[in-house]
């Protein structure tokens, strides 16, 4: 009997053994297990964290552009205005002409014309009274073939050439139109270069 008691013990330790082998194994493997899941989280909180710090940082970028572009578009709107008011002042000077200031013009104007060929200037009606100043008389008689219309250009100042079914425009909006369109952007350059 002492051999069977001995047997029951060998076989009870052997499963004791087995089992803690086994509880032994089982414990490694859940405690892998917990490390990996452990691992994984806190991968997935960096991953979280990397994405939220890339979209605030995207959303800076993207909200700095939108103010830069802003300013940018300010910027230029304040220096469209300055040169429309440079265009807006040199139109109104003309405007302000003299009779003597408008002959010089005209003047300047003919000169660079055939005295020979007959030639008639069609006046705007803002202009009118220049046409009938001393200067400007004196000024048509040193071009006898040019003659001045009765009819005008209505709300124009200036006036414009005619010469055989061709008018050259010298009235003062369009003259200002012909330089804005040529000179805007030279100017522009000019005015506004930026500092570097």
Request: with cysteine.
């Amino acid at each position: 009997m002492k051999d069977l008691q001995s047997l029951s013990e060998q076989i009870l330790k052997q499963a004791q053994a087995k089992g803690q082998s086994k509880l032994e194994e089982s414990e490694k493997v859940s405690i892998a297990k917990i490390e990996e899941s452990r691992l994984k989280l806190v991968e997935q909180q960096k991953a979280r964290k990397a994405a939220v710090l890339k979209k605030i940082a995207n959303d800076f970028d993207r909200e700095r552009q939108t103010l830069k572009n802003k300013e940018r578009n300010a910027v230029l709107l304040e220096k469209q205005q300055i040169l429309k008011s440079v265009f807006k002042r040199s139109l109104e000077t003309m405007y302000a002409w003299d009779k003597n200031q408008f002959a010089n013009f005209v003047q300047g104007v003919l000169s660079g014309f055939d005295s020979s060929t007959a030639y008639t200037i069609v006046p705007g009606a803002k202009s009118i009274e220049h046409f009938q100043g001393e200067s400007m008389q004196k000024l048509l008689k040193s071009y006898p073939a040019v003659k001045v219309a009765k009819e005008t250009l209505p709300n124009r100042a200036g006036f414009i050439l005619q010469e055989g079914g061709v008018d050259y425009n010298y009235c003062f909006d369009e003259l200002i139109e012909e330089v804005k369109k040529e000179y805007s952007a030279k100017l522009a350059v000019i005015a506004f270069k930026e500092e570097q």
